[in-house]
T-cell receptor
Framework: SQQGEEDPQALSIQEGENATMNCSYK?????LQWYRQNSGRGLVHLIL?????REKHSGRLRVTLDTSKKSSSLLITASRAADTASYFC????????????FGKGTTLSVSS | KAGVTQTPRYLIKTRGQQVTLSCSPI?????VSWYQQTPGQGLQFLFE???????NKGNFPGRFSGRQFSNSRSEMNVSTLELGDSALYLC?????????????FGPGTRLTVL
């Protein structure tokens, strides 16, 4: 079953604009991670935020985590055409023997 | 360091056949996980291995199996292929003993079942 659900499913913006994607999850987590996937290729890790952290930055990326609302957001500032990809959140729960569980992703399209 | 490699990159099989996919993790990584990605179900966890031991298994039928070798390379096997097994199969390796931290993904094997 899906633990994380991204919103929106698809997002189209112009270069230079900011893109915000949201992820909601159901059970308590150890950490939440964001990955990017370019069309039909492997996933690239973007950022990991632990359950005791509220915000992390990496370059043009900003991730927030609200464990009380069981939600996270990924903000990409000053988007570029090269940011066009699918973005997935993945959660690791506190249940023993579980693996990363991915959401269905947000497809971001950045046009020049 | 070389990244995660997967072979073959593309496969076409017919229903009823079996297939073996291979994954070589990043040097020094001992944890390997497998995922199936389809348009309908998204990314679904198949297995996780560490030091040749299966640590975790997803909700897939017994036709899906895997193993890890002493050099951390891993293989997965799907027997009696069904049309629904057509998917991108992704392998990921991790430095951590359990897959809670960053996972490094290979490019995937695209399996088409006819």
């Amino acid at each position: 079953s899906q633990q994380g659900e991204e919103d929106p499913q698809a997002l189209s913006i112009q270069e230079g604009e900011n893109a915000t994607m949201n992820c909601s999850y159901k059970t308590s987590i150890n950490n939440l991670q964001w990955y990017r996937q370019n069309s039909g290729r492997g996933l690239v890790h973007l950022i990991l935020i632990r359950s005791n952290e509220r915000e992390k930055h990496s370059g043009r990326l900003r991730v927030t985590l609200d464990t009380s609302k069981k939600s996270s957001s990924l903000l990409i500032t000053a988007s570029r055409a090269a940011d066009t990809a699918s973005y997935f959140c993945a959660t690791h729960t506190n249940q023993a023997g579980t693996a990363l569980i991915f959401g269905k992703g947000t497809t971001l399209s950045v046009s020049s | 360091k070389a990244g995660v490699t997967q072979t073959p990159r593309y496969l076409i099989k017919t229903r009823g056949q079996q297939v073996t996919l291979s994954c070589s993790p990043i040097s020094g990584h001992r944890s390997v996980s497998w995922y199936q990605q389809t348009p309908g179900q998204g990314l679904q966890f198949l297995f996780e291995y560490f030091s040749e031991t299966q640590r975790n298994k997803g909700n897939f039928p017994g036709r899906f199996s895997g193993r890890q070798f002493s050099n951390s390379r891993s293989e997965m096997n799907v027997s009696t292929l069904e049309l629904g097994d057509s998917a991108l199969y992704l392998c990921a390796s991790s430095l951590a003993e359990i897959s809670t931290d960053t996972q490094y993904f290979g490019p995937g094997t695209r399996l088409t079942v006819l």
